[in-house]
């Protein structure tokens, strides 16, 4: 049965709130950026907070990676995921930024596991050249895991467009929806 447009609305809220408190379709988005050199960039990110009101994720990354530089210099990004048991493709686009708030990054970083907290102290950058792939092993400080060490940035996106293919519908429903100043305005889009 065809879904209305509040209704797709709402099954997107919902599916981003499941997907940052269990692993689901679209707790591994696609994020991309664009580059210093107006070149596009993706990569996997995973989500780990959202907010309906205003619509914002949140994701970390460690502060030296070139995504962080990407998109201090242009805040535009894109973020992709694919529901493959519904058939549904979603796409956000909107702002980057990077979030100081304390609490909010202890809170977070008490969340990670510890092998991926022991990354975020890597002496090496994201992307050194290594002689090997253990060498990035090599050298990580045994500092406190308590506090989120200088390099765990946080990164809120704040959605301002929202676009959502659903292919198991025939015909297919590809709508958009378009953040403003009353809310979110729906329409339907050719596929
Ligand atoms: C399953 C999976 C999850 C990932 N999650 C994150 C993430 O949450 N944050 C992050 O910075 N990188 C994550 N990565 C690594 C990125 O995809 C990317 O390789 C890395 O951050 C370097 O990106 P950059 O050079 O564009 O900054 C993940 C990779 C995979 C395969």
């Known amino acids: 049965m065809a879904l209305s447009l509040d209704a797709h609305l709402q099954a997107i809220w919902q599916k ?9 379709p679209f707790t591994l988005m696609q994020l991309a950026s664009v580059t210093g050199n107006a ?3 993706l990569r996997t990110i995973v989500l780990r907070d959202f907010s309906p009101a205003p ?6 990354t460690d502060a030296r990676s070139a995504k962080v530089q990407e998109m201090r210099a242009n805040p535009h990004v894109s973020l992709l995921g694919w529901d493959a048991e519904n058939s549904l493709q979603l796409r956000l686009e909107g ?9 909010l990054r202890h809170a977070i970083w008490q969340t990670l596991r510890p092998s991926a907290q022991q990354l975020f102290h890597s002496p090496y950058s994201p992307g050194t050249i290594l002689d090997a792939p253990e060498a990035a092993c090599a050298g990580h400080a ?3 895991l308590t506090d989120p060490p200088e390099n765990f940035a946080l990164i809120r996106i704040i959605v301002k467009r929202i676009e959502l293919l659903d292919v198991s519908a025939d015909p297919h429903q590809r709508c958009e929806f378009l953040l403003q100043a009353h809310g979110w305005a729906g329409r339907w889009l050719a596929h």
């Open 39 to 41: 070149q596009p960039k």
């Open 95 to 103: 702002e980057a930024c990077r979030v100081d708030e304390r609490e």
């Open 16 to 24: 981003l709130t499941h997907a940052v408190s269990t692993r689901s």
């Open 55 to 60: 619509a914002s994720l949140l994701f970390t």
């Open 142 to 144: 045994s500092a406190s």
